[in-house]
């Protein structure tokens, strides 16, 4: 809980300006790339990040957490970490 008073605390504004700016390449195009889906998030609806998830192509792990899952559940997120990361290694090219 005290993690979560220090986000909101210190947390600036989003520049906006970032929103403005194109990308020249996005890594989920080329990447496996996993999704948490934040099922009580009140900042985005559950359903755009399903669809972000689904439109990239992802692998998306439904969490029963906030906008900010890895404050209030931050075992399961680091699970899902892991769990991507054993993935991205196991299909990642042989050199």
């Known amino acids: 809980m005290a993690e979560r008073r220090l986000v909101l605390a210190v947390q600036g504004q989003t520049y906006g300006p970032m929103f403005d ?4 390449h996005a890594a989920w195009k080329s990447k496996p790339s996993w999704h948490v889906i934040s099922l009580n998030d ?3 609806s559950p359903a755009m990040e399903e669809d972000a998830a689904k ?3 992802g692998i998306a792990i439904k ?3 906030c906008h900010v899952a890895m404050l209030q559940d931050p075992e399961k997120v680091a699970d899902v970490i892991t769990e991507a990361a054993r993935n991205s290694v196991k299909s990642a090219p042989k050199h």
């Open 21 to 24: 700016e194109k990308l020249t």
């Open 42 to 44: 009140r900042t985005l």
């Open 63 to 65: 969490l029963p957490t």
């Open 55 to 57: 439109r990239s192509g």
